[in-house]
């Protein structure tokens, strides 16, 4: 195997000019994606999380230069949904099994952060998990929206390249966008960006800069998509950016931060016809069919020949879960949340973590010991448990991540009520990333491990 390749897979680090040197050689290019398509099953396993997307206005006051919604474009039909559509085809989604909303606007002041912390604390009613895409925000307007329930926020980057943004983004500014991440990410959120390949001028340098720049952030998505010029915008005779291109960085962002989420962009769809299952097959394990109906598809255009624009959400539903299956994988039931393998040594934050799950193990009360009995290697229903697993704040007793269940032991401690309330938050924090918490008192253990053995196969049957 390629020595640069070997080194990514196993170790999920690169330096700038390994990152560039695989860019360049397209000799090696089945090689990268066999890897990535690897790292992604070895950690994010063969579920494909399909997350609904509703377009809910196309009014945008940016100027993004490759974008058909930018404010000069005056040839765009806009259209805003009012609160009670948004609903409507979010509680269709529901109803065609979608455990993920992402609402995406241009950036449009019309919503307000409290409009918007009203429209999403009635989504969050459907227990689903929500994604915002609606740009650049005050830092007090994402903590609101995130106390309303938002999980997750998509603000692609698009390039890191100082020059190139300025040139690609009039009045905007690259550091107020990295600012933008950072605050996310420091407020909780599952974090997501993603970049564009094949803007003018774009190097495979700067590229290779957009990778890092990822990893350093330890962005929790992350989506790439081909350049694709729009007719009514200034890079209208701009050629395509590369699909082949664009499939290699995602599959080096996979190689380099191996248990996030990776979307199958519709872009590369649109440049190669069964573009988002190649890159399924080459390090992605999302897609994110479009739930938002009638004309609106058509009128969301960032760029030109989007799919399915003449679909319904049900056929779309039924195509994709057709084409996935197709390739030997399943769609997932849960909302897909990341989560962290203690394997990953991920920030000096995630470190400590880690280094206080070790502790634990060492130091397992009684019941856990002899819990741990029934459970180790896979003994129960064949199921892989971990031990003392870090899962965002907290680190859990024991966990079955492809159950999504957790197992908690609780001695007399916790019916002190400051306690019952702390272990309130630990469970409805564990409910929100998707996971089942069964919870047992350690003189159960004690005296009735059968029964609790009982509960637990009930669950995984
Ligand atoms: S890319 Fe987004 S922010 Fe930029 S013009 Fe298009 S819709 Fe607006």
């Not at 170790?11 to 690897?38: R, T």
């Not at 998509?225 to 950016?241: A, E, M, N, Y």
């Not at 056929?315 to 990341?338: D, L």
């Amino acid at each position: 195997m390629n020595k640069i390749i070997q080194k990514a897979k196993t170790g999920h680090e690169l330096s700038k000019s390994e990152i560039v040197e695989l860019l360049k050689d397209d000799s090696i290019n089945q090689e990268l994606f066999k890897a990535a398509d690897d790292v992604r099953h070895e950690f994010v396993g063969d579920e494909v999380h399909l997350r609904a997307l509703i377009e809910f206005s196309n009014i945008c006051r940016c100027h993004c230069k490759y974008c058909g919604l930018r404010a000069e474009n005056t040839n765009v039909s806009r259209y805003r949904l009012n609160k009670e559509e948004i609903l409507d085809f979010a509680q269709k989604a529901v109803g065609y099994g979608y455990k993920t909303i992402v609402m995406q606007s241009g950036e449009d002041p019309f919503f307000t952060a409290n409009y918007l912390c009203e429209i999403v604390r009635d989504i969050k009613k459907l227990d689903v998990a929500l994604t915002l895409s609606i740009g650049e925000r005050p830092r007090e307007e994402y903590e609101k929206l995130k106390n309303a329930g938002v999980d997750r926020f998509l603000i692609r980057i698009e390039t890191t390249d100082e020059n190139l943004y300025k040139e690609m983004h009039p009045q905007a500014s690259l550091e107020k966008r990295k600012q933008c991440l950072y605050d996310l990410k420091e407020l909780g959120y599952e974090t997501g960006s993603g970049c564009l390949v094949g803007l003018p001028n774009q190097t495979l340098e700067s590229l290779a800069d957009d990778i890092l720049f990822f990893k350093k952030l330890d962005a929790d998505m992350i989506g790439i998509g081909p350049f694709i010029p729009h007719q009514d915008t200034p890079l209208k005779d701009v050629p395509h950016g590369s699909f082949e291109l664009a499939l290699k960085v995602m599959a080096i962002v996979r190689l380099l931060l191996p248990d996030i989420n990776i979307p199958a962009t519709t872009a590369m769809e649109t440049l190669n016809p069964n573009g988002r299952i190649i890159a399924l097959q080459s390090g992605a394990n999302v897609v994110m069919p479009n739930v938002t109906e009638g004309d609106y598809r058509k009128k969301y255009e960032i760029y030109p020949g989007k799919i399915c624009i003449n679909d319904t959400p049900a056929k779309c539903r039924g195509c994709i879960g057709g084409k996935i299956a197709s390739i030997g994988r399943t769609i997932s039931t849960e909302k897909g949340f990341r989560v962290r393998p203690l394997s990953l040594n991920p920030s000096p934050a995630g470190r400590g973590k880690i280094n206080i799950a070790k502790a634990l193990r060492k130091k397992m009360t009684p019941q856990e010991t002899k819990l741990w009995v029934y459970l180790r290697a896979n003994r129960l229903g064949k199921t892989k448990f971990k031990r003392q697993y870090p899962i965002g704040k907290y680190i859990v007793d024991f966990v079955s991540i492809k159950n999504m269940l957790v197992l908690e032991l609780d001695g007399g401690g916790h019916t002190i009520e400051q306690h019952k309330k702390y272990d309130k938050e630990r469970d409805e924090y564990l409910k929100s990333r998707g996971f089942k918490v069964l919870r047992f008192w350690n003189n159960e253990i004690d005296k009735n491990i059968d029964g609790v053995i009982e509960k637990i196969m009930e669950y995984l049957r």
